[in-house]
């Protein structure tokens, strides 16, 4: 082996650096350092009797990479320029480092001298591992439009350490990987998507250290999508939904939003004062038959979507009846023929007594819900909304038959007659006398 000084040229330096590599070794114990530990270069192949070693912390047998002089026979060290205060060259050759920093990373360089003042070198190299701080997420913006707007996160850390992405507490899906920066600290993506809302989190590791960023939400606005009208959970959106007379019926607008849409209702292509997502009509007549549309709106992606039903009345299924009540009532009583099964599309009434012509009428209710008497009222008949008839204080004449005119909406005309049967009411001299007992033979 070519002896030298460590005053010879850099060029032939590194010539004998290299060709002597193999003949010493160095190895950092622990293998993996983190920042704070005690580190050793232990030495392995030294031969021959030395004299001194020489320690250097650079790629080169410069003087001002040198870290430490040691004398072997008497133990003097002597520091040198690159010395930091914190390393010792120990009598068997190693480098002890401690509290070693990530700065004291890098190529090592073992010189040694033997008695013939020939030298060798060995190498090796120290990679002292920081314990990682938290890195931070920043981003452009944390509300992105779907389809229009691109997501730009940077994971910022001041640590050159290792980068990996979270999704929601799972590692990140290859579609949205493809979005990483050569380095992986920046996650860009274009034209976002609402399943790419949730949690992002980057985190920095290194193999003594991990440590990962606080969540970042990312909230994606899209639609309205699929707007439609329901009825008691049931879509209702292009048909024709029939309702009852006089019934309260709810049309409830859905729609796929983020944020929940504006409503607005129009009833045949009038706007309607109501700004919530549900029409409530509370008694249907000819006036609320129509084309109901629900329109939503997205104040952020600054979309709209529609749908609408059409409202009409159902016709009546039900057959009309007529029940006294009382069902015998006595002279001197009230009663009320009471109707079951009325149109509920009414328009109009009138009763009879006897048939159904203008000298027997009692009475007709018209669409205002008021009653008008006819020709036939006493002051002792009075209607109904429902079509019942009360007659008050009945006499023995009012026996007999009434009829019930019913007119629809539609023009439908429907009579129904019933007989009313009145009870003699007998003075109380003639009931006591039916109910006392007959006298027994013998009394008197």
Known sequence: MTPYSIDQKPEAQRAAFLSA???????????????????????QGLSGELLAYNWYAGPTLSL?????????????????????????????????????????????????????FQTEVGYGHLQVYEILAQPVVMTNSTALVERRDTM????????????RWFFNGDTLPIAVRLGLSPD??????????????????????NPVSVSRSE????????????VAILQDSTARTGCTIKVDFNTSFTLWCV????????????????????????????????????????????????????????????????????????????EGQDVTLTVHGYPKDLLVYAWYRGPASEPNRLLSQLPSGNWIAGPAHTGREVGF????????????????????????????????????????????????????????????
């Not at 026979?73 to 480098?95: M, N, Q």
Request: glycine share 8%; hydrophobic share 35%; proline share 8%.
């Open 385 to 444: 909304a429902n079509c019942s008839l009360l007659v008050q204080k009945l006499n023995l004449t009012d026996a007999g038959r009434y009829t019930l005119k019913t007119v629809t909406l539609q023009g439908k005309t429907e009579m129904l007659e019933v007989e009313l049967q009145v009870a003699l009411n007998l003075p109380s001299s003639h009931k006591d006398q039916r109910h006392l007992p007959e006298p027994e033979p013998g009394t008197g």
């Open 21 to 43: 590599g193999a003949e010493i070794s160095i190895t950092s114990e622990p293998a993996q350092p983190a920042e704070g530990d005690n580190v050793t270069l232990a030495v």
């Open 255 to 330: 729609s796929q939003s983020c944020p929940e849409p504006e409503y607005m209702w129009a009833f045949n292509g009038r706007a309607l004062k109501n700004g919530q997502d549900h029409l409530n009509i509370s008694s249907m007549t000819a006036a609320q038959e129509g084309t109901y549309t629900c329109i939503a709106k997205n104040p952020k992606t600054l979309l709209s979507g529609s749908a609408s039903v059409v409202v009409k009345l159902s016709a009546a299924v039900v057959a009309m009846t007529i029940v006294p009540v009382p069902t015998r009532p006595m």
């Open 64 to 116: 001002s990479y040198l870290v430490a002089s040691y004398i072997v026979s008497t133990g003097d060290e002597t520091p040198g320029p690159a010395h930091t205060g914190r390393e010792a060259v120990r009598p068997d050759g190693s480098l002890i480092i401690q509290g070693a920093l990530p700065g004291h990373s890098g190529t090592y360089i073992l010189q040694t001298l033997n008695r013939q």
């Open 152 to 163: 730009r996160l940077v994971c910022s850390s001041p640590s050159p350490a290792e980068v």
């Open 184 to 205: 992986g600290r920046v996650l860009t993506r274009h034209g976002i998507r609402r399943e790419e809302a949730g949690a992002y989190q980057c985190e920095v590791w």
């Open 215 to 226: 969540p970042i939400n990312l909230t994606v606005y899209f639609g309205p999508e699929r």
